[in-house]
């Protein structure tokens, strides 16, 4: 079900306080209730209502309604559930706050040093002072954040700087991993930093294997923040050092390599098949 | 230093001013439709820890001597009145998000801080939680059927009121039999119908463990517009049992917010229900009606 249209096209019926009253949804083909519902993989994205009437608040009330219905629903129901939308954790670039950060550190992963600002030359100094590369958060973007490194980079942090307030990340050296932690399995994929997606030219994520330790951690933080399935950024410094650059749970695995794509989404449907049994892995 | 993010606009933001002038506690009132241009904030995370400033046009503050924090709501930077008219650019949502991740990270005491106020954003995911602390909660359906909002509104004998979903503000309305008629329009736009409870409106303020009730006596559906109702409204303090007061306590606490606004009702069989925590509630009002010192309390815990 499309969640832009799913209330354009299927009726919604949830009987809130009463989880075996009459909750269901409508579809053309008839009647789904929502105890038949054993396992729901959920792409909220942003829910528009641009076919309800001509005035932006009335579009924007719609959308609400929408959503809240959506999350109140997703968050009651007891099957299992990727992901549930837990409503105290947006959409934040990395930790929503100090206790995430925490269960960052404990799983083995630090945070590397961050800096928000909207003064140019506190931008530029902190550009410069690591070594003129930096990451730059972007979470309401895809990719969420951006590499920017030497004269360009410079360019363009001065550029946006210059319109709003910037979060940047100092950018360690290594190997960026991309890794999606899944029902207690980890799946990664490797890129050189300077090659994220939106360079040029984009290249595929390639493979590569994680020790069964990293794998480990990875699944422990996505644990942490309550996610079945999450998307970790990470840089694997040379001294092995791992850095997280962004966590969320709305993994993005397009990029990756065919191969890739393809063990993942196995993984999501026999996940998805085995309902609470596979929540419990 | 206390840092007060609003306008004097704000009754509570302007009630809190004047009363930590009067305490001579040291504030500073943060206006943040005119942030990042005049005023500025700067912070660093590492290894754990903030730092950095925040800067108005006539101080810098280091983020080390923030003890407090104060917001209702944050106005959308570079708008006049704190909402976009045509819709939130990037720039303003980019710097909006900048000040939500500040507030969600700053440590000190934040009331309340933006990430503790998201499970009012769904009313239908709150009532669980409330649920879950013992309250009694109404017979609740969400639905964009319209023969089941019908059926609703016939197993509850007519006895039935809408409102939203989300945390848009909404006007508590009782079902009637007119509004059946229309009930087409629910299709495409999920809608929250309750069981109308009848009995006496509480209003509860916890401020950090103090908390301070409030009755309202009316016929109202909704006594926030007792008067567009043309209803009357009689508003007094109020006396709590010790344990409905304990799961106030334990409902704010469990929802992270420091300061809350509980909506509850005591049914004619002594039964009280509870229908939502409001993260940002407008305690001037309440204070205003029935004299309590909801926003003194409130300054003794930014004080603090």
Redesign the interface.
Known sequence: MDPAEL??TA????????PAG?SFF?LETGRVPFRAISGVLARLGHLL?A??GPK?TDQ???A??????L???L??LDCLVINRPL????C??VP???EQ??RM?ECGFR?P???????PE?ALRFYERHDHRAVLL???NQPRWRLLHGPEGEAALRETVG?????LLQAPRGEVLQVFALGGRAFAASLPLEDRPGADPPAPYCSVALSPALQARCCRLAQAYGWEFAQIDMVRADDETLYCLDIHAFPQYDRCEAPLQQAITTTLAELLERGHEGADR | MILIVGTLVDPGAAYLCTRLLAREADFLLFDTRLYPRQFQLEWSLYRGKVEGWLRTPSRQVPLAELRSVWLRWLAVPGTEHGRPEQGITPDQQAALDSLVTFLNHLPALVANRPAAGISNGSKPYQQQIIAQHGFAVPRTLVTTVPEEARQFYEVCDGRVIYKSVSAVRSIVTRLTTPDLERLDQLRGCPTQFQEYIPGVDIRVHTVGDRLFASEIVTDATDYRYAGRQGAAREMRPAELPAEIEARCRRLSRSLGLALAGIDLRRSPDGQYYCFEANPAPQFDFYQLQTQQRIGEALVDLLCE
């Open positions: 209330f354009e009726g919604f019926n949830w009987s809130v306080s009463h009459r409508t209502a076919n309800w932006l924007d009330y719609v609400a309604e929408r959503h809240a219905a999350r109140g629903f968050s009651s409503l105290e954790l947006t934040g670039p929503i706050g100090m950060l925490r550190n945070l040093p961050m800096l928000l600002t909207a003064d506190s972007e979470p309401r319109r709003r307030p910037v979060q």
